[in-house]
């Protein structure tokens, strides 16, 4: 029998280079619609699959190549006499190259003002079906989905033949690729009819964006994936124009700082250790707010993160690189600044244009052994109905006060204590597996500039004990969830120190 491969593609990259090589080893070509047009017009002999199938394109080119001689042709195993027989007795040839990528359903999506009807006519069927007919009979058929293995799968025609490990990835990779293309037209459908948020059966898709060095620790082998649609304002939408490539905790620490600023609209400066924050200003311009935002920890900020919601300048420039700093993240740079950054070799430098963007229709997602945690992304501050518990109303300057600090142990792992002044951080306990040493940790991390300053908790206090150590601290104001059986204990107290007290009535657990 004659070799013949069967080419259709979207994505007509080096398609006419891999026909011209495929018809230089002894391979008739059959296609189909636009990918025969253009061999045709490459002077490259191609026969159309109707001449093949006896059957023209119908429906508008809806059906194609859904028949019995091009998908016996593809199925057929040539180890099996049985199959064989069948071929010769249904006058039908076998196809053993397969190329074909599908209809651009995501780029479809992505467009401004797509409607239904245009994404739906751009779900590719008989695409994905000889795609998969192939991957079934990988044994006899080589499948390519991807242009970037054209040149290998010539190279090894040309040594020979295709090797099986090579059809077996091929194959492989055809899977995963209409797989994640299934996954993606589910959750636009999903979205586009108001079904529940969280289905029966959840198939998630990610692209590949690099391989790393290692994750967390140097043992454990790594990798970082995208969302196939992208996310205004998240870490993989980020241009990095400085430094050494992205480590996993680079990546989860910056998320980290990225997820506090996104709760400030004025110009705000964010350093993060460990993906929590670790000092936190907003100023009338970023140099000032990158000053505070250091000075509020310049112990913890070193080695840190710095995400920075407005252009970074010179000025606030030559105050970066004054320490070490693994990455600066910022809507955009002057070009003097990003000279005076660049002196820093290693200093990971990311633009990200949409920092401010919000998070909008998102999942929280946790892996755990064996199965997946699935929340909504926490995007809500408090509730509407806050109060003051206390017979002392806050002062206007407390409640921003403790507005801006809410913002920060927000974002804090729990138990999370931040204490604030001024629009700026001061002290921030993470992380402890009580409450009482959160605040303490943050109180004394505070030092002087604790008096008169106010103290957030992300969830209730379970003692009046940290309403104790917020009076002796100098403290005036706290603001906090509410909702422990021992609430009384602590506004009492409160009252008896003149603390003023909210009650957001919304708590903020972040593990």
Same mark, same amino acid.
């Given at each position: $029998?004659?070799?013949?491969?069967?080419?259709?593609?979207?994505?007509?990259?080096?398609?006419? #280079?891999?026909?011209?090589?495929?018809?230089?080893?002894?391979?008739?070509?059959?296609?189909?619609?636009?990918?025969?047009?253009?061999?045709?017009?490459?002077?490259?002999?191609?026969? /159309?699959?109707?001449?093949?199938?006896?059957?023209?394109?119908?429906?508008?080119?809806?059906?194609?190549?859904?028949?019995?001689?091009?998908?016996?042709?593809?199925?057929?195993?040539?180890? /099996?006499?049985?199959?064989?027989?069948?071929?010769?007795?249904?006058? &039908?040839?076998?196809?053993? &190259?397969?190329?074909?990528?599908?209809?651009?359903?995501?780029?479809?999506?992505?467009?401004?003002?797509?409607?239904?009807?245009?994404?739906?006519?751009?779900?590719?069927?008989?695409?994905?079906? +000889?795609?998969?007919? @192939?991957?079934?009979?990988?044994?006899?058929?080589?499948?390519?989905?991807?242009?970037?293995?054209?040149?290998?799968?010539?190279?090894?025609?040309?040594?020979?033949?295709?090797?099986?490990?090579?059809?077996?990835?091929?194959?492989? =990779?055809?899977?995963?690729?209409?797989?994640?293309?299934?996954?993606?037209? @589910?959750?636009?459908?999903?979205?586009?009819?108001?079904?529940?948020?969280?289905?029966?059966?959840?198939?998630?898709?990610?692209?590949?964006?690099?391989?790393?060095?290692?994750?967390?620790? !140097?043992?454990?082998?790594?990798?970082?994936?995208?969302?196939?649609?992208?996310? !205004?304002?998240?870490?993989? +939408?980020?241009?990095?124009?400085?430094?050494?490539?992205?480590?996993?905790?680079?990546?989860?620490?910056?998320?980290?700082?990225?997820? *506090?600023?996104?709760?400030?609209?004025?110009?705000?400066?964010?350093?993060?250790?460990?993906?929590?924050?670790?000092?936190?200003?907003?100023?009338?311009?970023?140099? #000032?707010?990158?000053?505070? @935002?250091?000075?509020?920890?310049? &112990?913890?900020?070193?080695?840190?993160?710095?995400?920075?919601?407005?252009?970074?300048?010179?000025?606030?420039?030559?105050? $970066? &690189?004054?320490?070490?700093?693994?990455?600066?993240? @910022?809507?955009?740079? *002057? #070009?003097?600044?990003?000279?005076?950054?660049? *002196?820093?070799?290693?200093?990971?430098?990311?633009?990200?244009?949409?920092?401010?963007?919000?998070?909008?229709?998102? %999942?929280? $997602?946790?892996?755990?052994?064996?199965? +997946?945690?699935?929340?909504?992304?926490? *995007?809500?501050?408090?509730?509407?109905?806050?109060?003051?518990?206390?017979?002392?109303? !806050?002062?206007?300057?407390?409640?921003?006060? $403790?507005?801006?600090?809410?913002?920060?142990? =927000?974002?804090?792992?729990?138990?999370?204590?931040?204490?604030?002044?001024? =629009?700026?951080?001061?002290?921030?306990?993470?992380?402890?597996?009580?409450?009482?040493?959160?605040?303490?940790?943050?109180?004394?991390?505070?030092?002087?500039?604790?008096?008169?300053?106010?103290?957030?908790?992300?969830? %209730?206090? !379970? %003692?009046?004990?940290?309403?104790?150590?917020?009076?002796?601290?100098?403290?005036?104001?706290?603001?906090?969830?509410?909702?422990?059986?021992?609430?009384?204990?602590?506004? =009492?107290?409160?009252?008896?120190?003149?603390?003023? +007290?909210?009650?957001?009535?919304?708590?903020? %657990?972040?593990?």
């Amino acid at each position: $029998m004659a070799k013949r491969a069967f080419l259709s593609v979207w994505d007509k990259t080096g398609i006419e #280079e891999f026909a011209k090589e495929l018809v230089g080893l002894g391979f008739e070509l059959l296609s189909t619609g636009g990918t025969q047009r253009a061999l045709e017009a490459a002077g490259i002999p191609v026969t /159309n699959v109707s001449d093949i199938t006896g059957f023209p394109e119908c429906l508008d080119g809806r059906v194609k190549t859904l028949h019995p001689k091009i998908h016996a042709g593809i199925l057929a195993m040539r180890s /099996n006499e049985k199959h064989m027989e069948q071929l010769r007795e249904l006058g &039908v040839e076998t196809i053993d &190259v397969v190329a074909v990528n599908l209809y651009p359903f995501k780029q479809t999506i992505m467009k401004e003002g797509v409607t239904l009807a245009e994404a739906i006519e751009n779900i590719d069927i008989g695409g994905p079906t +000889m795609l998969r007919a @192939a991957s079934k009979n990988w044994q006899d058929v080589t499948v390519v989905v991807d242009s970037a293995d054209y040149p290998r799968v010539i190279a090894e025609m040309k040594e020979g033949g295709v090797s099986q490990k090579t059809k077996f990835a091929l194959a492989t =990779k055809v899977f995963e690729t209409t797989a994640a293309y299934d996954s993606l037209i @589910a959750a636009y459908l999903r979205e586009q009819g108001g079904d529940e948020m969280f289905p029966e059966k959840l198939t998630l898709t990610f692209e590949k964006v690099q391989s790393m060095r290692y994750g967390e620790n !140097p043992h454990q082998a790594a990798c970082f994936y995208k969302e196939a649609l992208p996310v !205004p304002g998240s870490l993989a +939408m980020a241009e990095q124009l400085n430094g050494k490539e992205l480590s996993y905790n680079n990546i989860n620490d910056t998320n980290g700082a990225l997820d *506090t600023l996104r709760e400030y609209d004025e110009i705000t400066v964010v350093g993060a250790k460990h993906a929590n924050p670790c000092g936190v200003a907003s100023a009338d311009t970023v140099c #000032e707010a990158y000053k505070r @935002a250091y000075e509020a920890d310049p &112990v913890s900020i070193f080695g840190g993160i710095v995400a920075a919601n407005a252009t970074i300048d010179a000025d606030t420039a030559r105050e $970066m &690189v004054k320490i070490f700093l693994e990455i600066v993240v @910022a809507p955009d740079y *002057t #070009e003097e600044a990003l000279e005076i950054l660049r *002196t820093k070799k290693n200093l990971r430098v990311l633009k990200l244009p949409t920092i401010k963007a919000k998070v909008e229709n998102a %999942f929280d $997602m946790k892996k755990v052994l064996g199965g +997946m945690l699935v929340q909504e992304y926490n *995007t809500k501050l408090l509730n509407d109905d806050y109060k003051v518990v206390t017979k002392r109303q !806050p002062t206007e300057k407390e409640i921003e006060d $403790m507005i801006f600090t809410w913002k920060i142990v =927000k974002h804090t792992k729990s138990n999370g204590i931040a204490i604030g002044k001024d =629009k700026c951080s001061l002290g921030i306990g993470p992380g402890q597996v009580n409450r009482i040493w959160a605040a303490n940790a943050a109180i004394e991390r505070s030092g002087e500039k604790v008096k008169g300053a106010v103290l957030a908790s992300d969830a %209730f206090f !379970p %003692f009046s004990d940290c309403v104790e150590a917020a009076a002796k601290a100098g403290i005036t104001a706290i603001i906090q969830p509410g909702g422990s059986i021992r609430d009384e204990e602590s506004i =009492k107290l409160a009252d008896e120190k003149g603390i003023a +007290m909210i009650f957001t009535g919304i708590r903020h %657990f972040k593990h």
